[in-house]
């Protein structure tokens, strides 16, 4: 039952990282009033880094930032290590 629901959340949260990334894109284009920095980091630390990793080379947005170069990454592999730990 756990496992079930950590696969749901995890699917929920990288659906919805991956989408505020390309809304965040957008409104970057658009020059319109854009999503935190801060939201974007803490939604991929959150369980999201792997939906924030593919919407950032999708989109080619915020690929030159350090802080998600290394920090999103980072995120994805202790979010697979607690995972892995979650499930055995």
Do not use: W
Not at 40 to 51: D, K, P, Q, R, V
Not at 54 to 62: E, L
Not at 67 to 83: E, G, N, R, T, W
């Amino acid at each position: 039952m756990l496992i079930k629901i950590l696969i749901y959340y995890l699917a929920l949260i990288n659906v919805g990282n991956f989408l505020i990334f390309a809304i965040d894109k957008h409104l970057a284009i658009k020059k319109r009033e854009r999503i935190p920095e801060s939201t974007l980091i803490l939604l991929s630390a959150l369980g999201g880094a792997f939906g924030g990793l593919c919407s950032m080379y999708i989109f080619r947005h915020k690929t030159k930032h350090a802080k998600f170069y290394i920090s999103l990454p980072a995120f994805l592999v202790l979010q697979i290590i607690v995972a892995i730990l979650m499930i055995f």
